[in-house]
């Protein structure tokens, strides 16, 4: 993946290159190393909270560390000046959870921008994050 200069570059020449940037169809790590490094180029405050290996015994599982109701929160949670947007990154075929369509629902009724978001999506992207410049 380019350096966050490399693609701050791209994006003010140029943001069709940015989206070459990405392969096709990249696992969800990668399209979410990304998504941040485009945000950040743009401006965006962005936070996520990571998943945390769990071992109770002899299972093992992973969940997002919150005391209450983490699991299904979005992936991302970004804000630049009053635009503040929740969004779920998917594989090109990832499918939402239960628990992610709850949250998803819920933070709808808010005034937050509530996206999913994909790779195959991403010069969509790039305009979001660009207009809100």
């Known amino acids: ?10 994006l003010l020449s140029d943001p069709a290159t940015v989206a070459g940037l990405l392969e096709d169809d990249p696992d969800e ?18 936070a996520h909270f990571a998943k945390v290996k769990v071992v109770r015994g002899r299972t093992i ?23 503040h947007a929740f969004v779920e990154l998917k594989t090109n075929r990832g499918a939402l959870s239960p628990e992610q369509c709850n949250w998803h629902e819920g933070l709808l ?4 921008a509530v996206m999913i ?9 790039i305009n979001y994050l660009m207009e809100k410049s």
Do not use: C, N
């Open 61 to 83: 599982y992973w969940e997002t560390p919150a005391r209450i109701d983490g699991a299904g929160f979005p992936d991302l949670v970004m804000y630049k000046g009053g635009t």
């Open 109 to 112: 009724k808010s005034k937050a």
């Open 117 to 125: 978001w994909r790779p195959k999506i991403r010069h969509e992207i």
């Open 29 to 46: 790590k990668t399209f979410q190393e990304w998504v941040v490094v485009v945000a950040k180029a743009t401006g965006w405050t962005v």
């Open 1 to 10: 993946m380019k350096t966050t200069a490399d693609i701050v570059r791209s």
